[in-house]
T-cell receptor
Framework: DAKTTQPTSMDCAEGRAANLPCNHS???????VYWYRQIHSQGPQYIIH???NNETNEMASLIITEDRKSSTLILPHATLRDTAVYYC???????????FGSGTKLNVKP | EAQVTQNPRYLITVTGKKLTVTCSQN?????MSWYRQDPGLGLRQIYY???????DKGDVPEGYKVSRKEKRNFPLILESPSPNQTSLYFC????????????FGPGTRLTVT
């Protein structure tokens, strides 16, 4: 599976958009991009996923570049409760292994 | 409420004393997995199961056993725990047609002395 690279940490002001980048330059054609987050030591929570097109749901938007070598997770109006570690994962569908990596620690500040 | 439950949530034990961490899901999911999380190493998959009686090794299976006799349950067994198995453990499940959305349990913090 493709390896991902994320910044170790980021800060964001409450109410502003949080843009979390992820590099996955070795992604294969059938691999999806998944985003999860982990608040403190709770179980990770699914946020969004995509293959080629940009995606949006009630939690976030996912922007995938045309060459699919990088993506950005956007939290449109960050709140203090969005402070968490955000994981970008690349994997084939129905491949039974998810590699979570180290993620990005997002600190949302008042 | 749809959920994955784990028991116990916290456990302190001694080297060599067999233990079982239970995991149960009420969503009729086919897939279930166990992960361990250690500082600086992220979440690593221990074992996974695609359905009843079908299990396979993840990335760090040494020292662990699993079984899947019922669809809802996926216990993690440590036959002879050692201090290097001190970790935070998560169970997860997902539907076979929704590969993207794993549901995680609350975690079990295990300390082996």
């Amino acid at each position: 599976d493709a390896k991902t690279t994320q910044p170790t940490s980021m800060d964001c002001a409450e109410g502003r958009a949080a843009n979390l980048p992820c590099n996955h330059s070795t992604i294969s054609g059938n691999e999806y991009v998944y985003w999860y987050r982990q608040i403190h030591s709770q179980g990770p929570q699914y946020i969004i996923h995509g293959l080629k097109n940009n995606e949006t749901n009630e939690m976030a938007s996912l922007i995938i570049t045309e060459d699919r070598k990088s993506s950005t997770l956007i939290l449109p109006h960050a709140t203090l409760r969005d402070t968490a570690v955000y994981y970008c994962i690349v994997s084939r569908p129905n491949f039974n292994k998810f590699y979570f990596g180290s993620g990005t620690k997002l600190n949302v500040k008042p | 409420e749809a959920q994955v439950t784990q028991n116990p949530r916290y456990l302190i034990t001694v080297t060599g004393k067999k233990l079982t961490v239970t995991c149960s899901q009420n969503m009729n999911h086919e897939y279930m997995s166990w992960y361990r999380q250690d500082p600086g190493l992220g979440l690593r998959q221990i074992y996974y199961s695609m359905n009843v009686e079908v299990t396979d090794k993840g990335d760090v299976p040494e020292g662990y056993k699993v079984s899947r006799k019922e669809k809802r349950n996926f216990p993690l067994i440590l036959e002879s725990p050692s201090p290097n198995q001190t970790s935070l453990y998560f169970c997860a499940s997902h539907r076979s047609d929704q590969h993207y959305e794993q549901y995680f349990g609350p975690g079990t913090r295990l300390t082996v002395t």
